[in-house]
């Protein structure tokens, strides 16, 4: 009897063993389940959707330098916002292409010499109006300085505009954003240095004397100066589209670099800035870019 009984207790107990592990591997299934789950039916959950681009927005604030302000387009020495790529009423403007009313849903807080540092500062200004897409194109100035040596840091470049971007997000996270690149500004040498009074302006108003100043000399150090101001201007768009391309609202448009300026499309008083032709092309390019599916 005592034989029989012990083997009953063994086999109580083994199936006691049995249960225990079997609920054991049933909860830990399920904690499995709860905490690395990918959802119900063992499928992944619904990836968040990227917003869509919208290619007619209602209002346009638009940042950046003395292109955006129009600077002698209209007459010397002088901002023509009135003429601006962006939000001017004299050319066929990006404001003009988009809103029924662009003086009334449009604002140009661009500043003729402004830098990538002032891009947050102009941008505060902006972020009240709560625009549903804001233009930039600053960089020239941070190329065009007395000298090479002054130029603005690919690497503080960068910090600035990151510092507008991640304010713009943080403050209006469904604002879409046009970046153009910065203009060749060797081509606009080479195309400026032909003539004789554009020359002489370029020195006696030191307009981007980085590149521009002995317009003429072709030594080894000169092109040298050139070239490293040409090699930072690409930096410079380096930076624009990666930092543009981490953005689903923003789009980066390398076409103003690409463009060919002639002398129809520079301004007659300092064969540099764009003229109201220069104007007319530059909204072309960014009303392709922002109007694109």
């Known amino acids: 009897m005592r034989g029989s009984t012990a083997r009953s207790r063994r086999g109580i107990a083994r199936a006691a063993v049995a249960t225990l592990t079997a609920a054991l591997v049933v909860a830990g299934t399920a904690g499995c389940d709860e905490k690395g789950s990918t959802g119900a039916g063992g499928s992944k959950p619904e990836p968040t959707p990227t917003p869509a681009w919208n290619t007619r927005p209602a209002s346009i604030a638009s940042l950046g330098d003395s292109i955006t302000r129009g600077f002698n387009a209209c007459s010397p020495l002088s901002d023509c916002p009135e003429a601006s790529w962006a939000t001017g009423t004299k050319v066929d403007s990006l404001a003009g292409r988009l809103l029924p009313s662009p003086a009334a849903h449009s604002w140009n807080y661009a500043k003729t010499g402004a830098r990538m540092a002032d891009l947050p500062g102009q941008l505060s200004k902006a972020l009240p109006h709560r625009p549903e897409l804001v233009t930039v194109l600053m960089g020239a100035n941070d190329a065009c300085r007395a000298d090479v040596a002054d130029m603005t840091s690919p690497a503080q470049y960068r910090a600035d505009f990151e510092v507008a971007m991640k304010e713009l997000r943080r403050s209006l996270p469904k604002t879409q954003v046009y970046v153009a ?19 002489q302006v370029w020195k006696l108003a030191r307009i981007c004397p980085s590149m521009l100043k002995e317009s003429d000399a072709v030594d080894t ?27 689903r609202l923003c789009r980066y448009d390398g076409a103003v670099n690409d463009f060919r300026f002639t002398e129809a499309e520079l301004s007659q ?25």
């Open 221 to 247: 150090a000169s092109e040298a100066r050139r070239g490293q101001v040409e090699q930072r201007v690409a930096a410079y768009n380096a930076v624009l589209k990666d930092v543009c391309a981490k953005d």
């Open 269 to 293: 008083w300092d064969w540099f800035h764009p003229s109201k032709e220069g104007q007319r092309e530059l909204a072309s390019m960014a009303y392709r870019k922002v109007t694109k599916p």
């Open 181 to 199: 690149s910065v203009p060749d500004l060797k081509r606009l040498w080479a195309e400026g240095r032909a003539d004789p009074l554009g020359k």
